[in-house]
């Protein structure tokens, strides 16, 4: 297993979120990947790199060039607005809603922060375009492994991507990975791409990008949205639209219920529809967070389902990139994912 790991993911180092109006602490924290980056290191799993910097021509493939101009400014704008501002994490104060207008880039600072945000969870920092720009890094340079003959390859990096959308960032999440080492794929010859993700919560971002598009086939398996972030999008009737009709697959599960069975049975009804699907090559979106102590999720799921799952994803006999998601700063996160990779990497 070829791992590529973001050496800058501390750059971004949120002070608090808000939360119900009031400040809490940061969930996506820079200790979430050491213990995993430890765990790594102590099975000698394979090589550890540091990615080599893609152009941002490449990030243009999935997320829109207005969008990715803002990442990059924002924070020298932002510590431009007032005096102290660069003692604080920026977070938006206006959103525009149904029936207001996105395709102008509002004058005001705040109110374009609203634009390309959904949320008060997701602050932007001093840090935050170096870290996902390097994310991003790893996860395309991952991809691209595999058209080179790695059999796997491992994008170990935070911030997370997947609940970032084209023009959008929101749920700890700024630059897709998952999907952008699937446009690399396409963009380097291969014709039919999966995504497979397994975070708790539903990637509603990967959803947006690729929702009209038949050269993805992207299924989820993620706790109930009407509970559960990102609540808006996420039900099993999204199936896509366009010539992307049939291409999205949503498995829904109950909120908070501690069942790895009713997981498992959801996971290989994904693995037959990608067995059917045939595709050229895999993306995994790696989520920890359906682990039985994890804080805000769970699936139940223990540290030797994570080997199970691994050996499940091998036997799709399909080159694999894993793409590390969310999951909290637990002992066990570290354990649990390098679980998947050796169960990966053992199977066959």
Not at 57 to 80: D, G, I, Q
Not at 216 to 232: D, K, Q
Request: aromatic fraction near 8%; include cysteine; proline fraction near 6%.
């Amino acid at each position: 297993m070829l791992t590529f790991y973001n050496e800058q993911h501390a750059q971004h180092r949120a002070r608090h979120e808000l939360v119900r109006g009031a400040p809490a602490p940061a969930r996506d924290t820079p200790d979430r990947i050491d213990g995993v980056l430890a765990e790594l290191g102590r099975r000698g799993l394979g090589r550890i790199v540091t990615p080599h910097g893609v152009p941002l021509m490449s990030l243009e493939r999935v997320h829109r060039p207005r969008y990715l101009h803002f990442l990059r400014t924002a924070w020298a704008e932002w510590v431009n607005q007032a005096a102290g501002n660069a003692a604080r994490d920026a977070f938006a104060s206006h959103f525009p809603v149904r029936g207001m207008r996105a395709d102008i880039e509002p004058d005001d600072f705040g109110a374009r922060l609203g634009l390309y945000s959904i949320d008060t969870v997701t602050p932007l920092t001093a840090g935050t375009w170096t870290a996902a720009k390097t994310g991003a890094d790893c996860a395309v340079n991952a991809a691209h492994a595999l058209r080179v003959g790695e059999r796997g390859s491992f994008a170990l990096t935070r911030p997370p991507g997947h609940h970032a959308g084209p023009d959008y960032y929101g749920g700890a999440c700024y630059l897709n990975n998952a999907a952008l080492a699937a446009q690399h794929l396409l963009d380097d010859g291969l014709q039919r791409v999966a995504i497979l993700d397994l975070d708790y919560h539903h990637g509603n971002g990967t959803q947006a990008i690729f929702y009209e598009r038949a050269d993805v086939l992207c299924l989820s398996l993620h706790a109930e949205p009407r509970s559960t972030y990102p609540f808006y999008c996420g039900h099993a009737d999204e199936t896509g639209s366009g010539a992307g009709l049939g291409y999205n697959v949503n498995l829904v599960l109950p909120a908070g219920a501690p069942n790895p069975q009713a997981w498992f049975t959801a996971l290989e009804t994904a693995c037959v529809r990608l067995s059917m699907y045939r595709p050229d090559a895999l993306v995994v979106a790696l989520g920890g967070n359906t682990f039985q102590g994890e804080a805000h999720g769970g699936f139940g799921l223990q540290g030797g389902d994570y080997l199970r799952l691994g050996e499940r994803i091998a036997w799709l006999n399909v080159p694999t990139c894993f793409v590390l998601e969310g999951g909290s700063p637990l002992r066990e996160l570290g354990v649990n994912v390098v679980n998947v990779l050796e169960g990966f990497e053992t199977a066959l």
